[in-house]
Protein backbone atom coordinates (compact mmCIF):
# COMPACT_ATOMS: atom_id res chain seq x y z
CA UNK A 1 0.00 0.00 0.00
CA UNK A 2 1.02 3.54 -0.67
CA UNK A 3 1.47 5.33 2.49
CA UNK A 4 0.73 8.55 0.98
CA UNK A 5 -2.84 6.90 -0.74
CA UNK A 6 -3.51 5.85 2.25
CA UNK A 7 -3.40 8.80 4.17
CA UNK A 8 -5.55 10.67 1.49
CA UNK A 9 -8.04 7.98 1.25
CA UNK A 10 -7.92 8.08 5.59
CA UNK A 11 -8.34 11.75 5.21
CA UNK A 12 -11.50 11.76 2.80
CA UNK A 13 -13.12 9.31 4.72
CA UNK A 14 -12.56 11.53 7.79
CA UNK A 15 -14.38 14.63 5.76
CA UNK A 16 -17.25 12.44 5.92
CA UNK A 17 -17.30 11.52 9.73
CA UNK A 18 -15.47 8.21 9.99
CA UNK A 19 -12.34 6.81 11.55
CA UNK A 20 -10.84 4.27 9.39
CA UNK A 21 -11.24 0.78 10.74
CA UNK A 22 -11.52 -2.08 7.96
CA UNK A 23 -8.64 -2.85 6.33
CA UNK A 24 -7.71 -0.58 3.13
CA UNK A 25 -5.74 -2.94 0.88
CA UNK A 26 -8.11 -3.59 -2.58
CA UNK A 27 -6.68 -2.07 -5.57
CA UNK A 28 -8.22 -1.15 -8.78
CA UNK A 29 -8.11 -4.87 -10.32
CA UNK A 30 -9.87 -6.58 -7.15
CA UNK A 31 -12.59 -3.69 -7.17
CA UNK A 32 -13.28 -4.09 -10.45
CA UNK A 33 -13.59 -8.60 -10.35
CA UNK A 34 -15.87 -7.66 -7.18
CA UNK A 35 -18.32 -6.17 -9.35
CA UNK A 36 -17.32 -8.52 -12.68
CA UNK A 37 -18.40 -11.27 -10.38
CA UNK A 38 -21.52 -9.55 -8.28
CA UNK A 39 -23.48 -8.49 -11.77
CA UNK A 40 -22.41 -11.76 -12.98
CA UNK A 41 -23.35 -12.45 -16.41
CA UNK A 42 -23.16 -16.15 -15.97
CA UNK A 43 -26.09 -15.47 -13.48
CA UNK A 44 -28.03 -12.83 -14.87
CA UNK A 45 -28.26 -14.85 -18.05
CA UNK A 46 -29.40 -18.29 -16.66
CA UNK A 47 -31.84 -16.48 -14.40
CA UNK A 48 -33.75 -14.38 -16.61
CA UNK A 49 -33.30 -15.89 -20.39
CA UNK A 50 -35.89 -17.57 -20.01
CA UNK A 51 -38.33 -14.40 -19.35
CA UNK A 52 -37.06 -13.02 -22.41
CA UNK A 53 -37.57 -16.09 -24.49
CA UNK A 54 -41.32 -15.93 -23.03
CA UNK A 55 -41.96 -12.22 -23.69
CA UNK A 56 -41.15 -11.05 -27.16
CA UNK A 57 -38.52 -13.69 -28.02
CA UNK A 58 -34.84 -13.42 -30.06
CA UNK A 59 -35.67 -9.41 -31.04
CA UNK A 60 -36.52 -7.96 -27.53
CA UNK A 61 -33.72 -10.23 -26.06
CA UNK A 62 -31.77 -8.23 -28.62
CA UNK A 63 -32.94 -4.73 -28.81
CA UNK A 64 -34.40 -4.61 -25.47
CA UNK A 65 -30.71 -5.39 -24.52
CA UNK A 66 -30.09 -2.13 -25.97
CA UNK A 67 -32.27 -0.11 -25.06
CA UNK A 68 -32.28 -0.75 -21.38
CA UNK A 69 -28.19 -1.14 -21.02
CA UNK A 70 -28.55 2.40 -22.19
CA UNK A 71 -31.07 3.63 -19.48
CA UNK A 72 -28.23 1.29 -17.06
CA UNK A 73 -25.43 3.50 -18.53
CA UNK A 74 -27.00 6.46 -17.46
CA UNK A 75 -27.45 4.83 -13.72
CA UNK A 76 -24.03 3.66 -13.50
CA UNK A 77 -22.13 7.11 -14.14
CA UNK A 78 -24.86 8.65 -11.68
CA UNK A 79 -23.64 6.35 -9.18
CA UNK A 80 -20.13 6.57 -10.23
CA UNK A 81 -20.26 10.35 -9.59
CA UNK A 82 -21.70 10.31 -6.38
CA UNK A 83 -19.36 7.32 -5.38
CA UNK A 84 -16.38 9.67 -6.44
CA UNK A 85 -17.71 12.50 -3.94
CA UNK A 86 -18.83 10.22 -0.59
CA UNK A 87 -16.27 7.41 -0.52
CA UNK A 88 -17.83 5.53 2.30
CA UNK A 89 -19.08 2.16 2.48
CA UNK A 90 -22.35 2.86 3.47
CA UNK A 91 -22.88 4.00 -0.34
CA UNK A 92 -26.18 5.16 -1.36
CA UNK A 93 -28.33 5.54 1.82
CA UNK A 94 -25.14 7.99 3.22
CA UNK A 95 -25.61 9.94 0.01
CA UNK A 96 -28.91 10.59 0.45
CA UNK A 97 -28.50 11.70 3.95
CA UNK A 98 -25.92 14.18 2.24
CA UNK A 99 -28.15 15.20 -0.42
CA UNK A 100 -31.39 15.45 1.50
CA UNK A 101 -30.54 18.20 3.64
CA UNK A 102 -30.54 18.53 7.01
CA UNK A 103 -34.81 18.16 8.15
CA UNK A 104 -35.61 15.36 5.69
CA UNK A 105 -32.01 13.79 5.77
CA UNK A 106 -32.63 11.58 8.49
CA UNK A 107 -35.53 9.82 7.45
CA UNK A 108 -34.26 10.01 3.66
CA UNK A 109 -31.28 7.87 5.16
CA UNK A 110 -32.98 5.53 7.13
CA UNK A 111 -35.54 4.73 4.00
CA UNK A 112 -33.06 4.03 1.84
CA UNK A 113 -30.75 2.43 3.89
CA UNK A 114 -33.48 -0.46 4.76
CA UNK A 115 -34.63 -0.82 1.22
CA UNK A 116 -30.91 -1.23 0.20
CA UNK A 117 -30.35 -3.74 3.06
CA UNK A 118 -33.56 -5.88 2.64
CA UNK A 119 -33.08 -5.76 -1.10
CA UNK A 120 -28.82 -7.07 -0.90
CA UNK A 121 -30.48 -9.80 1.38
CA UNK A 122 -32.91 -10.98 -1.15
CA UNK A 123 -30.54 -11.21 -3.87
CA UNK A 124 -27.96 -13.28 -1.39
CA UNK A 125 -30.98 -15.28 -1.09
CA UNK A 126 -31.99 -15.29 -4.74
CA UNK A 127 -28.45 -16.43 -5.92
CA UNK A 128 -27.77 -18.86 -3.43
CA UNK A 129 -31.78 -20.61 -4.51
CA UNK A 130 -30.44 -20.01 -8.15
CA UNK A 131 -27.37 -22.14 -7.58
CA UNK A 132 -28.89 -25.10 -5.64
CA UNK A 133 -31.71 -25.12 -8.46
CA UNK A 134 -29.03 -25.00 -10.79
CA UNK A 135 -27.04 -28.16 -9.08
CA UNK A 136 -30.26 -29.66 -8.71
CA UNK A 137 -31.27 -29.54 -12.40
CA UNK A 138 -27.78 -30.35 -13.77
CA UNK A 139 -28.41 -33.75 -11.31
CA UNK A 140 -31.58 -34.04 -13.01
CA UNK A 141 -30.04 -33.58 -16.84
CA UNK A 142 -26.92 -35.88 -16.17
CA UNK A 143 -29.69 -38.77 -14.41
CA UNK A 144 -31.05 -39.07 -18.20
CA UNK A 145 -27.93 -39.57 -19.92
CA UNK A 146 -27.80 -43.72 -21.01
CA UNK A 147 -31.60 -43.54 -21.11
CA UNK A 148 -32.13 -43.94 -17.25
CA UNK A 149 -35.11 -42.80 -15.72
CA UNK A 150 -35.04 -39.06 -15.44
CA UNK A 151 -34.65 -37.96 -11.08
CA UNK A 152 -35.95 -35.01 -8.99
CA UNK A 153 -34.29 -34.48 -6.36
CA UNK A 154 -36.75 -34.20 -2.82
CA UNK A 155 -37.52 -31.34 -1.41
CA UNK A 156 -35.12 -31.73 1.94
CA UNK A 157 -32.10 -32.23 -1.05
CA UNK A 158 -32.71 -29.35 -1.95
CA UNK A 159 -32.59 -27.88 1.52
CA UNK A 160 -29.81 -29.22 1.88
CA UNK A 161 -27.62 -27.82 -1.12
CA UNK A 162 -29.01 -24.46 -0.42
CA UNK A 163 -27.94 -24.51 2.94
CA UNK A 164 -24.51 -25.85 1.82
CA UNK A 165 -24.21 -22.96 -0.70
CA UNK A 166 -25.26 -20.18 2.07
CA UNK A 167 -22.88 -21.77 4.30
CA UNK A 168 -19.91 -22.27 1.94
CA UNK A 169 -20.00 -18.07 0.68
CA UNK A 170 -20.10 -17.31 4.77
CA UNK A 171 -17.16 -19.64 5.36
CA UNK A 172 -15.25 -17.88 2.20
CA UNK A 173 -15.97 -14.46 3.53
CA UNK A 174 -14.19 -15.24 7.18
CA UNK A 175 -11.67 -16.74 5.47
CA UNK A 176 -9.07 -13.55 6.18
CA UNK A 177 -8.75 -10.58 3.54
CA UNK A 178 -5.88 -12.26 1.38
CA UNK A 179 -8.06 -15.28 0.65
CA UNK A 180 -10.98 -13.13 0.12
CA UNK A 181 -9.09 -10.81 -2.15
CA UNK A 182 -7.88 -14.28 -4.44
CA UNK A 183 -11.46 -15.50 -4.20
CA UNK A 184 -12.75 -12.20 -5.62
CA UNK A 185 -10.29 -11.84 -8.08
CA UNK A 186 -10.25 -15.35 -9.46
CA UNK A 187 -14.37 -15.24 -9.47
CA UNK A 188 -13.92 -12.19 -11.82
CA UNK A 189 -11.37 -13.99 -13.69
CA UNK A 190 -13.77 -16.56 -14.02
CA UNK A 191 -16.27 -14.81 -15.35
CA UNK A 192 -14.65 -13.50 -18.62
CA UNK A 193 -13.51 -17.01 -19.61
CA UNK A 194 -16.55 -18.50 -18.85
CA UNK A 195 -18.70 -16.39 -20.67
CA UNK A 196 -16.05 -16.60 -23.31
CA UNK A 197 -16.31 -20.19 -23.66
CA UNK A 198 -19.77 -20.58 -23.19
CA UNK A 199 -20.02 -18.13 -26.42
CA UNK A 200 -17.73 -19.85 -28.62
CA UNK A 201 -18.48 -23.53 -27.55
CA UNK A 202 -22.32 -23.71 -27.62
CA UNK A 203 -22.74 -22.66 -31.30
CA UNK A 204 -19.51 -24.85 -32.54
CA UNK A 205 -21.28 -27.86 -30.58
CA UNK A 206 -25.16 -26.89 -32.98
CA UNK A 207 -24.83 -28.60 -35.97
CA UNK A 208 -28.25 -26.61 -36.96
CA UNK A 209 -28.13 -22.81 -36.26
CA UNK A 210 -31.08 -20.13 -36.55
CA UNK A 211 -30.68 -17.97 -39.35
CA UNK A 212 -30.00 -14.12 -38.63
CA UNK A 213 -33.16 -12.86 -39.80
CA UNK A 214 -34.67 -15.02 -36.56
CA UNK A 215 -32.22 -14.22 -34.12
CA UNK A 216 -32.79 -10.58 -34.78
CA UNK A 217 -36.19 -9.98 -35.91
CA UNK A 218 -38.02 -12.59 -34.68
CA UNK A 219 -40.81 -11.46 -32.35
CA UNK A 220 -42.20 -14.40 -30.21
CA UNK A 221 -45.86 -14.06 -28.87
CA UNK A 222 -47.44 -17.33 -28.82
CA UNK A 223 -45.34 -18.25 -25.22
CA UNK A 224 -46.98 -15.43 -23.49
CA UNK A 225 -50.17 -15.89 -25.42
CA UNK A 226 -50.43 -19.27 -24.10
CA UNK A 227 -50.11 -17.80 -20.35
CA UNK A 228 -53.19 -14.79 -21.01
CA UNK A 229 -50.61 -12.22 -21.81
CA UNK A 230 -51.74 -10.92 -25.52
CA UNK A 231 -51.50 -7.25 -26.12
CA UNK A 232 -47.92 -6.99 -27.88
CA UNK A 233 -46.75 -3.89 -26.06
CA UNK A 234 -47.45 -5.74 -23.04
CA UNK A 235 -45.39 -8.86 -23.86
CA UNK A 236 -42.35 -6.80 -25.60
CA UNK A 237 -42.28 -4.73 -22.21
CA UNK A 238 -42.33 -7.73 -19.77
CA UNK A 239 -39.67 -9.25 -21.87
CA UNK A 240 -37.36 -6.25 -21.08
CA UNK A 241 -37.42 -8.18 -17.24
CA UNK A 242 -34.03 -10.06 -19.01
CA UNK A 243 -31.76 -7.02 -19.08
CA UNK A 244 -33.46 -5.15 -16.42
CA UNK A 245 -32.58 -7.80 -13.95
CA UNK A 246 -29.23 -8.45 -15.22
CA UNK A 247 -27.59 -5.06 -14.20
CA UNK A 248 -27.78 -5.04 -10.74
CA UNK A 249 -24.75 -5.26 -8.37
CA UNK A 250 -23.20 -2.16 -10.01
CA UNK A 251 -22.96 -0.77 -5.97
CA UNK A 252 -21.05 -3.59 -5.09
CA UNK A 253 -17.49 -1.40 -5.31
CA UNK A 254 -19.51 1.44 -3.38
CA UNK A 255 -19.64 -0.54 -0.42
CA UNK A 256 -16.29 -1.81 -0.34
CA UNK A 257 -14.84 1.95 -0.33
CA UNK A 258 -13.39 2.13 2.90
CA UNK A 259 -11.08 -1.10 1.90
CA UNK A 260 -9.92 0.30 -1.40
CA UNK A 261 -6.95 2.24 -2.39
CA UNK A 262 -8.04 4.86 -4.10
CA UNK A 263 -10.84 5.07 -3.09
CA UNK A 264 -12.70 8.36 -4.95
CA UNK A 265 -11.04 6.88 -8.28
CA UNK A 266 -11.44 3.59 -8.67
CA UNK A 267 -14.68 2.36 -7.41
CA UNK A 268 -16.47 4.63 -9.73
CA UNK A 269 -14.24 3.11 -12.59
CA UNK A 270 -15.45 -0.26 -11.26
CA UNK A 271 -18.83 0.39 -11.88
CA UNK A 272 -18.26 1.32 -15.48
CA UNK A 273 -15.96 -1.51 -16.15
CA UNK A 274 -18.57 -3.87 -14.59
CA UNK A 275 -21.09 -2.36 -16.96
CA UNK A 276 -19.05 -2.73 -19.50
CA UNK A 277 -18.74 -6.45 -19.06
CA UNK A 278 -22.34 -6.80 -18.69
CA UNK A 279 -23.10 -5.02 -21.92
CA UNK A 280 -20.40 -6.61 -24.12
CA UNK A 281 -20.70 -10.34 -22.12
CA UNK A 282 -24.25 -10.63 -21.76
CA UNK A 283 -25.39 -9.48 -25.36
CA UNK A 284 -22.34 -11.68 -26.99
CA UNK A 285 -24.31 -15.56 -25.01
CA UNK A 286 -27.98 -14.02 -25.73
CA UNK A 287 -26.62 -13.87 -29.32
CA UNK A 288 -24.73 -17.41 -29.45
CA UNK A 289 -27.42 -19.12 -26.91
CA UNK A 290 -29.93 -18.33 -29.43
CA UNK A 291 -28.54 -19.06 -33.14
CA UNK A 292 -27.98 -22.46 -31.57
CA UNK A 293 -31.34 -22.82 -30.42
CA UNK A 294 -33.76 -25.44 -31.94
CA UNK A 295 -37.07 -24.04 -30.72
CA UNK A 296 -38.15 -21.53 -28.44
CA UNK A 297 -41.14 -24.16 -27.59
CA UNK A 298 -38.93 -27.02 -26.86
CA UNK A 299 -36.24 -25.42 -24.47
CA UNK A 300 -38.58 -23.87 -22.12
CA UNK A 301 -40.90 -27.18 -21.91
CA UNK A 302 -41.07 -28.73 -18.56
CA UNK A 303 -41.02 -31.92 -20.09
CA UNK A 304 -38.01 -31.37 -21.09
CA UNK A 305 -34.13 -32.79 -19.92
CA UNK A 306 -33.41 -29.42 -17.71
CA UNK A 307 -37.14 -28.82 -16.50
CA UNK A 308 -37.75 -25.92 -18.22
CA UNK A 309 -33.99 -24.03 -17.78
CA UNK A 310 -33.53 -22.40 -21.30
CA UNK A 311 -29.50 -22.02 -20.80
CA UNK A 312 -29.36 -25.39 -19.70
CA UNK A 313 -31.73 -27.25 -22.70
CA UNK A 314 -29.75 -25.35 -25.55
CA UNK A 315 -26.41 -26.58 -24.13
CA UNK A 316 -27.93 -29.91 -23.67
CA UNK A 317 -29.55 -30.14 -27.11
CA UNK A 318 -26.08 -28.43 -28.62
CA UNK A 319 -24.22 -31.39 -27.53
CA UNK A 320 -26.61 -34.05 -28.52
CA UNK A 321 -26.42 -32.76 -31.98
CA UNK A 322 -22.88 -33.31 -32.33
CA UNK A 323 -21.94 -36.14 -29.79
CA UNK A 324 -25.04 -38.16 -29.94
CA UNK A 325 -24.59 -37.78 -26.51
CA UNK A 326 -25.17 -34.86 -23.88
CA UNK A 327 -21.95 -35.60 -21.62
CA UNK A 328 -20.69 -31.82 -22.73
CA UNK A 329 -24.08 -30.05 -22.45
CA UNK A 330 -24.33 -30.84 -19.14
CA UNK A 331 -20.77 -30.48 -17.58
CA UNK A 332 -21.06 -27.07 -19.12
CA UNK A 333 -23.60 -26.26 -16.42
CA UNK A 334 -20.74 -26.70 -14.34
CA UNK A 335 -19.52 -23.29 -16.03
CA UNK A 336 -22.51 -21.41 -14.88
CA UNK A 337 -23.26 -22.85 -11.51
CA UNK A 338 -19.51 -21.90 -10.68
CA UNK A 339 -19.83 -18.57 -12.14
CA UNK A 340 -22.94 -18.68 -9.71
CA UNK A 341 -21.52 -19.27 -6.69
CA UNK A 342 -18.95 -16.65 -7.17
CA UNK A 343 -21.27 -14.04 -7.39
CA UNK A 344 -22.84 -15.25 -4.48
CA UNK A 345 -19.11 -15.08 -2.86
CA UNK A 346 -19.30 -11.08 -3.91
CA UNK A 347 -22.93 -10.18 -3.63
CA UNK A 348 -22.15 -11.21 0.22
CA UNK A 349 -18.86 -9.34 0.69
CA UNK A 350 -20.30 -6.62 0.11
CA UNK A 351 -23.56 -6.83 1.57
CA UNK A 352 -21.82 -7.73 4.98
CA UNK A 353 -20.27 -4.53 4.33
CA UNK A 354 -23.74 -2.52 4.46
CA UNK A 355 -24.79 -4.19 7.66
CA UNK A 356 -21.08 -2.76 9.00
CA UNK A 357 -21.92 0.84 7.93
CA UNK A 358 -25.72 1.02 8.63
CA UNK A 359 -24.49 -1.14 12.40
CA UNK A 360 -22.11 1.61 12.84
CA UNK A 361 -24.75 4.02 12.24
CA UNK A 362 -27.00 2.16 14.71
CA UNK A 363 -29.87 1.42 12.34
CA UNK A 364 -30.27 -1.97 12.77
CA UNK A 365 -31.20 -4.00 15.68
CA UNK A 366 -27.99 -5.65 17.64
CA UNK A 367 -25.81 -2.99 16.16
CA UNK A 368 -23.01 -3.84 18.93
CA UNK A 369 -22.68 -7.23 17.49
CA UNK A 370 -22.90 -7.14 13.89
CA UNK A 371 -19.96 -3.71 14.11
CA UNK A 372 -17.24 -6.19 15.85
CA UNK A 373 -14.08 -6.57 13.79
CA UNK A 374 -11.98 -9.12 13.40
CA UNK A 375 -8.64 -7.94 14.58
CA UNK A 376 -6.43 -10.15 12.77
CA UNK A 377 -7.97 -9.16 9.47
CA UNK A 378 -10.04 -5.98 10.55
CA UNK A 379 -13.19 -7.55 8.46
CA UNK A 380 -16.75 -7.65 9.88
CA UNK A 381 -16.50 -11.35 10.35
CA UNK A 382 -19.65 -10.92 12.59
CA UNK A 383 -21.96 -9.24 9.74
CA UNK A 384 -21.00 -12.06 7.29
CA UNK A 385 -22.69 -14.34 9.21
CA UNK A 386 -25.34 -12.30 9.75
CA UNK A 387 -26.11 -11.90 6.66
CA UNK A 388 -25.91 -15.14 6.09
CA UNK A 389 -28.13 -15.99 8.53
CA UNK A 390 -30.74 -13.92 7.32
CA UNK A 391 -30.63 -14.83 3.69
CA UNK A 392 -31.54 -18.19 4.63
CA UNK A 393 -34.40 -17.25 6.29
CA UNK A 394 -36.10 -15.12 3.67
CA UNK A 395 -35.11 -17.94 0.92
CA UNK A 396 -37.18 -20.94 2.76
CA UNK A 397 -40.64 -19.61 0.94
CA UNK A 398 -38.66 -20.09 -2.12
CA UNK A 399 -37.70 -24.03 -1.32
CA UNK A 400 -40.62 -25.53 -3.93
CA UNK A 401 -42.15 -21.94 -4.99
CA UNK A 402 -41.15 -20.49 -8.11
CA UNK A 403 -43.94 -17.76 -7.30
CA UNK A 404 -41.79 -17.34 -4.06
CA UNK A 405 -38.22 -16.87 -5.92
CA UNK A 406 -40.33 -14.37 -8.64
CA UNK A 407 -41.54 -12.53 -5.48
CA UNK A 408 -38.24 -12.24 -3.55
CA UNK A 409 -35.94 -11.28 -6.74
CA UNK A 410 -38.63 -8.54 -8.15
CA UNK A 411 -38.72 -7.49 -4.57
CA UNK A 412 -34.55 -7.31 -4.67
CA UNK A 413 -34.56 -5.64 -8.23
CA UNK A 414 -37.09 -3.17 -7.19
CA UNK A 415 -35.86 -1.96 -4.44
CA UNK A 416 -32.26 -1.69 -5.74
CA UNK A 417 -33.12 -0.31 -8.76
CA UNK A 418 -35.03 2.44 -6.32
CA UNK A 419 -31.98 2.74 -4.03
CA UNK A 420 -29.32 3.35 -6.97
CA UNK A 421 -31.44 6.01 -8.86
CA UNK A 422 -32.85 8.12 -5.70
CA UNK A 423 -29.87 9.59 -4.62
CA UNK A 424 -29.33 10.38 -8.69
CA UNK A 425 -33.08 11.83 -8.41
CA UNK A 426 -31.93 14.13 -5.67
CA UNK A 427 -28.44 15.28 -7.34
CA UNK A 428 -30.37 17.27 -9.71
CA UNK A 429 -33.48 18.23 -8.17
CA UNK A 430 -33.28 19.02 -3.82
CA UNK A 431 -29.75 18.06 -3.11
CA UNK A 432 -28.25 20.12 -5.87
CA UNK A 433 -27.10 22.67 -3.80
CA UNK A 434 -25.58 20.21 -1.18
CA UNK A 435 -23.28 18.05 -3.24
CA UNK A 436 -19.53 18.85 -3.69
CA UNK A 437 -18.34 16.88 -6.45
CA UNK A 438 -15.39 14.11 -6.07
CA UNK A 439 -12.80 13.49 -8.55
CA UNK A 440 -15.06 11.52 -10.96
CA UNK A 441 -17.66 14.36 -11.99
CA UNK A 442 -19.96 14.13 -14.94
CA UNK A 443 -20.19 18.24 -15.33
CA UNK A 444 -22.79 19.28 -17.67
CA UNK A 445 -24.07 16.17 -18.47
CA UNK A 446 -25.26 14.99 -14.51
CA UNK A 447 -28.67 16.47 -15.41
CA UNK A 448 -29.77 14.75 -18.63
CA UNK A 449 -27.97 11.55 -17.11
CA UNK A 450 -29.65 11.66 -14.10
CA UNK A 451 -33.11 12.52 -15.81
CA UNK A 452 -32.75 9.85 -18.18
CA UNK A 453 -32.17 7.35 -15.09
CA UNK A 454 -34.96 8.55 -13.19
CA UNK A 455 -37.57 8.17 -15.88
CA UNK A 456 -35.93 4.45 -16.01
CA UNK A 457 -36.27 3.66 -12.77
CA UNK A 458 -40.09 4.85 -12.39
CA UNK A 459 -40.90 3.00 -16.16
CA UNK A 460 -39.40 -0.56 -14.57
CA UNK A 461 -40.69 -0.18 -11.35
CA UNK A 462 -44.27 -0.33 -12.99
CA UNK A 463 -42.84 -3.36 -15.54
CA UNK A 464 -42.02 -5.22 -12.35
CA UNK A 465 -45.24 -5.00 -10.73
CA UNK A 466 -47.41 -6.03 -13.74
CA UNK A 467 -48.80 -9.48 -14.00
CA UNK A 468 -47.34 -11.84 -15.95
CA UNK A 469 -49.87 -14.06 -16.68
CA UNK A 470 -53.56 -13.83 -16.65
CA UNK A 471 -56.36 -14.25 -15.40
CA UNK A 472 -54.52 -13.37 -11.93
CA UNK A 473 -54.79 -16.15 -9.42
CA UNK A 474 -53.15 -16.71 -6.12
CA UNK A 475 -50.68 -18.91 -7.95
CA UNK A 476 -49.29 -17.03 -10.61
CA UNK A 477 -50.14 -13.32 -9.02
CA UNK A 478 -46.98 -10.99 -8.78
CA UNK A 479 -46.00 -10.05 -5.49
CA UNK A 480 -43.73 -7.63 -6.61
CA UNK A 481 -45.96 -4.70 -5.22
CA UNK A 482 -46.94 -5.98 -2.40
CA UNK A 483 -43.52 -7.26 -1.14
CA UNK A 484 -42.25 -3.74 -2.06
CA UNK A 485 -45.12 -1.52 -0.07
CA UNK A 486 -44.91 -4.16 2.81
CA UNK A 487 -41.34 -3.09 3.01
CA UNK A 488 -41.77 0.38 2.36
CA UNK A 489 -44.58 -0.17 5.51
CA UNK A 490 -42.34 -1.85 7.90
CA UNK A 491 -39.84 0.50 7.55
CA UNK A 492 -41.16 3.76 7.65
CA UNK A 493 -43.14 2.60 10.36
CA UNK A 494 -40.23 1.72 12.28
CA UNK A 495 -38.91 5.00 11.71
CA UNK A 496 -42.35 6.84 12.60
CA UNK A 497 -43.48 4.08 15.51
CA UNK A 498 -44.72 7.22 18.17
CA UNK A 499 -42.61 7.00 21.48
CA UNK A 500 -39.71 4.46 20.52
CA UNK A 501 -39.59 4.92 17.09
CA UNK A 502 -36.07 6.03 15.11
CA UNK A 503 -37.08 9.17 14.47
CA UNK A 504 -36.54 9.79 18.38
CA UNK A 505 -33.37 9.34 18.05
CA UNK A 506 -31.55 8.67 14.52
CA UNK A 507 -29.99 11.48 13.14
CA UNK A 508 -28.25 9.98 10.17
CA UNK A 509 -25.01 8.80 10.12
CA UNK A 510 -22.89 8.73 13.18
CA UNK A 511 -19.91 11.30 13.55
CA UNK A 512 -17.07 8.66 14.45
CA UNK A 513 -14.01 10.94 13.98
CA UNK A 514 -14.17 12.87 17.20
CA UNK A 515 -13.89 9.53 19.37
CA UNK A 516 -10.93 10.07 21.76
CA UNK A 517 -9.83 6.27 21.17
CA UNK A 518 -10.01 2.89 19.63
CA UNK A 519 -12.07 2.07 22.69
CA UNK A 520 -14.49 4.27 21.74
CA UNK A 521 -16.68 2.29 18.89
CA UNK A 522 -14.70 -0.06 18.31
CA UNK A 523 -12.76 -1.68 21.04
CA UNK A 524 -11.13 -4.00 21.37
CA UNK A 525 -10.74 -6.22 24.45
CA UNK A 526 -8.49 -8.23 26.20
CA UNK A 527 -7.47 -11.59 24.13
CA UNK A 528 -8.23 -9.98 20.55
CA UNK A 529 -11.92 -9.93 20.75
CA UNK A 530 -13.38 -7.07 19.23
CA UNK A 531 -16.66 -5.62 21.03
CA UNK A 532 -18.47 -2.37 20.38
CA UNK A 533 -18.61 0.29 22.80
CA UNK A 534 -18.16 4.03 23.73
CA UNK A 535 -20.34 5.63 21.93
CA UNK A 536 -22.48 3.80 19.78
CA UNK A 537 -23.51 1.58 22.86
CA UNK A 538 -24.51 4.24 24.84
CA UNK A 539 -27.12 5.39 21.80
CA UNK A 540 -24.56 8.22 20.55
CA UNK A 541 -25.75 9.11 17.13
CA UNK A 542 -24.79 12.11 16.04
CA UNK A 543 -25.19 14.30 13.17
CA UNK A 544 -22.85 15.40 10.46
CA UNK A 545 -22.28 18.66 9.58
CA UNK A 546 -19.36 18.17 7.14
CA UNK A 547 -18.71 20.78 4.31
CA UNK A 548 -15.00 19.81 3.08
CA UNK A 549 -14.21 19.88 -0.39
CA UNK A 550 -13.73 15.98 -1.08
CA UNK A 551 -11.96 17.09 -4.10
CA UNK A 552 -9.70 19.01 -1.94
CA UNK A 553 -9.08 17.02 0.80
CA UNK A 554 -8.29 13.94 -1.90
CA UNK A 555 -5.50 16.17 -3.34
Known sequence: ?????????????????????????????????????????????????????????????????????????????????????????????????????????????????????????????????????????????????????????????????????????????????RVLTLCTQAGGMFHLAGVLLLVLIVPLMATTHQPASWVFGHFESAQAESVGITNYFNIAILGLLLPAYSYTGMDGPCHMSEEVEGASMHPPKAILHGWAVMFVGGLSLIISLLFSITSIESVLSEDSASGGNAVAQIMYDAAMQRFGTPHVGVGLMAVIIVGVFFCNVATMTYVSRILFCYSRDRAVPLSSLWLKVEPRTKSPIAAVWGVALAAFCLGLPMLGSYTAFNAILSLSTISLIIVYVSPITARITWGRNHFTPGPFNLGVWTYPIGAISTLWALFSTVVFCLPIEMPVNTDNLNYAAAAFIGTCTISIGMFYFPVFGAYKWFKGPAHTVDDDSAHDKYEVAEGGKQVAGGAAAAGDARDVDVDVDVCAAAK
Open 1 to 177: MDPLNAQDDEGVLRSLGYKQVLHRSWGAFTTTTITISAMSVLTSISASFATGLTYGGPAVCIWGWLGVSFCMLCIALGMAELSSAYPTSGGMYYWQFRLAGRTSGPFACWLTGWLNLLGQIAAVSAVAFLCSGLISTMASMASTVGGAEHITLTPAQDLGIYGAVIFLVALLNSCGL
